[in-house]
């Protein structure tokens, strides 16, 4: 797939945030960032990332914007490095990126922002991918972001080839064969102190419930896919439950601790489990930080809505339905 890219080749995609199930934390390989467990995602039509990428020449190394501010480009010049490779250039690129949303916190701003890199880079390039070769360059950016190349319902392998090559995420279902809705309760606005990539480096090393994480997710795994595949919402919200206290236990028994749930964040699982003892079905769940979302029916998000706006400490309540594939905005 040798092609030269023009100095001044540009390209725009948008790629939607996604929120796993049925969670990655740890890794098989750093250098190729394979991670250590499969998982499910939904991908998320309210929250999205818009990137440009350019290459120039006079560039000395890539540069990247997000959100206005100039960033350190180390991790999308990982993701550059390898559609560089496959072009036969040596121009460096230029990246602006920005996200609808709070960036660092928990909304998988990683996932949204290397799937259109991904995604924009290539097309400048003049490269044409698969979806699947597109989820395995944006897995070197970020594990997350293998699934947002995909809509609606996503399950990332975590594979066993030494190179990575079937490392990669595929659609379980679009978003419209199964319409849900993800109630999102912001807790905080701020980025979050401890990275996921470092986290889930430290729970390796240091909790003693690293082994059973990876030895029961195979069967979250499957029991997930299967729900999904019944259109069984209790079953779907209760497997999303217990993975995400299961992925928490691990971050709590890691050393040093990986707290990254705020008052309010425990204040919205207690209001989310009081909801369902009152009947309406609606499952949480949190990722690495403190921001709480929620599943429901698309005819229960008024009354999840209104709960979790009643919790001390919310900020603020999003909605959101499931999301397209990673798409070219020009
Ligand atoms: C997930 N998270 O499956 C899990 C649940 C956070 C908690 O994927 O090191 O930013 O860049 O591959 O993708 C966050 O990890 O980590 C994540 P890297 P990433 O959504």
Redo the contacts with the bound molecule.
Sequence with gaps: MSQTIEAGATARARAHS???LV???G?NDAVL?TPAVG?I?ITLDALYTDTRVTFRSGLTSDELQLNGCRENADTVTRVLDLVRNASATTLFAAVESANNFPTGAGL?S??SGFAALALAATAAAGLTLTQRELSILARH?????ARSIFGGFAKMHAGTAADGSDSYAEQLLAGGDWPLTIVIAITEHGAKSIN??VG?GSSAASSPFYPAWLATAPGDLTDLAAAIAARDFERLGELAEYNCLK?HALMLTTRPALIYWNAATVATMHAVRDLRASGVPAYFTI??GPQVKVLCLPADSAKVHAALLNVSGVLEVRHSALGPDAYRLD
């Design positions: 996604n929120i796993a969670k990655y934390w890794k960032n998982s995602s998988a990683s996932a950016g970020s594990g997350s972001a996921s990539t889930m992925l990722d690495a």
